[in-house]
């Protein structure tokens, strides 16, 4: 599946598409009307957080940030004049030093113009983490770790209402508006070894931001597929969508997966 030409999809289900290439490339040579798609209604992905994972170049956190600054930049520009974006970091990290990600990224966000709206936490019940103790049972260097992500949930302009037009129905059932209006979510994450991935998030928590944010003809798009996670949930939920991904082998996966949907 190696490509010469990154307009040419590396997989294409009936209404989910993937590409192989850097997100920065592909996705400004593949919306915008102009080309082949229209721009996107709604981002639901989780950008690489620095932390050493495989996919990861070594960065410095400037450097870093000045990725998170481009990634940000050019999924605004590829996003309707009602884009939404919602954007999975954790809420800090310790890998290599220190460093509030959340914060980072909710800067980061409004210096590439997105307009930050709400934030969702994420209580993925990662016991596991509690293990990290720093000092114990000593004020000398007591490590606190919140078993949390969270969802940043940001839009291109100011105004956040979207007009209600013809055609665009919500597809999200009451009883699950009312309980997932309260920003605090409640679900497992997914298992790395399970999906073959190093950083999945499970399809639960793209098919809320699905649900939750978008209409039924909406393009969604993750510009970071990974294993294609965000492309499952928009095919659950009756949405075309598209997924970027950088790794040839998590295309592949990705593809695997989105064809095991049927
Ligand atoms: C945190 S993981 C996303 C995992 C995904 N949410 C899932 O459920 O599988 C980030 C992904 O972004 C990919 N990536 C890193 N830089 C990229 C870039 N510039 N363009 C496209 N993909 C990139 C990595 O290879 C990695 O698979």
């Given at each position: 599946?190696?490509?010469?030409?990154?307009?040419?999809?590396?997989?294409?289900?009936t209404?989910?598409?993937?590409y192989?290439?850097?997100?920065?490339?592909?996705?400004?040579?593949?919306?915008?009307?102009?080309?082949?798609?229209?721009?996107?209604?709604?981002?639901?992905?989780?950008?690489?957080?620095?932390?050493?994972?495989?996919?990861?170049?070594?960065?410095?956190?400037?450097?870093?940030?000045?990725?998170?600054?481009?990634?940000?930049?050019?999924?605004?520009?590829?996003?309707?004049?009602?884009?939404?974006?919602?954007?999975?970091?954790?809420?800090?990290?310790?890998?290599p030093?220190?460093?509030?990600?959340?914060?980072?990224?909710?800067?980061v966000?409004?210096?590439?113009?997105?307009?930050?709206?709400?934030?969702?936490?994420?209580?993925?019940?990662?016991?596991?983490?509690?293990?990290?103790?720093?000092?114990?049972?000593?004020?000398?260097?007591?490590i606190?770790?919140?078993?949390?992500?969270?969802?940043?949930?940001?839009?291109?302009?100011?105004?956040?209402?979207?007009?209600?037009e013809?055609?665009?129905?919500?597809?999200?059932?009451?009883?699950?508006?009312?309980?997932?209006?309260?920003?605090?979510?409640t679900?497992?994450?997914?298992?790395?070894?399970?999906?073959?991935?190093?950083?999945?998030?499970?399809?639960?928590?793209?098919?809320?931001?699905?649900?939750?944010?978008?209409?039924?003809?909406?393009?969604i798009?993750?510009?970071?597929?990974?294993?294609?996670?965000?492309?499952?949930?928009?095919?659950?939920?009756?949405?075309?969508?598209?997924?970027?991904?950088?790794?040839?082998t998590?295309?592949?996966?990705?593809?695997?997966?989105?064809?095991?949907?049927?």
């Amino acid at each position: 599946m190696a490509l010469t030409d990154i307009r040419v999809p590396s997989y294409i289900g009936t209404r989910t598409r993937l590409y192989s290439g850097d997100m920065r490339t592909v996705l400004p040579s593949i919306t915008g009307g102009i080309n082949e798609l229209p721009d996107i209604d709604l981002y639901v992905t989780s950008p690489p957080y620095n932390v050493g994972k495989g996919y990861e170049s070594k960065a410095t956190h400037n450097q870093w940030l000045k990725d998170c600054a481009e990634w940000f930049s050019v999924m605004r520009a590829c996003a309707t004049e009602s884009g939404r974006l919602c954007l999975n970091v954790p809420l800090d990290k310790r890998t290599p030093s220190p460093v509030p990600v959340y914060a980072d990224c909710v800067e980061v966000l409004r210096q590439s113009g997105w307009h930050v709206q709400q934030t969702i936490i994420w209580n993925e019940q990662n016991v596991s983490r509690r293990t990290a103790w720093g000092s114990f049972m000593s004020a000398s260097a007591p490590i606190v770790i919140a078993p949390v992500e969270v969802i940043i949930v940001a839009s291109k302009h100011k105004l956040w209402t979207r007009k209600t037009e013809k055609n665009k129905v919500s597809t999200i059932r009451q009883r699950d508006f009312v309980y997932w209006t309260n920003g605090m979510w409640t679900f497992p994450g997914e298992s790395a070894k399970r999906i073959g991935h190093p950083a999945p998030f499970p399809i639960e928590l793209a098919r809320r931001c699905i649900l939750l944010y978008s209409f039924a003809d909406d393009l969604i798009c993750d510009p970071f597929a990974g294993s294609g996670t965000t492309c499952i949930a928009a095919h659950r939920t009756g949405r075309e969508s598209i997924g970027i991904e950088i790794d040839e082998t998590y295309v592949h996966l990705a593809a695997g997966r989105i064809s095991g949907e049927g």
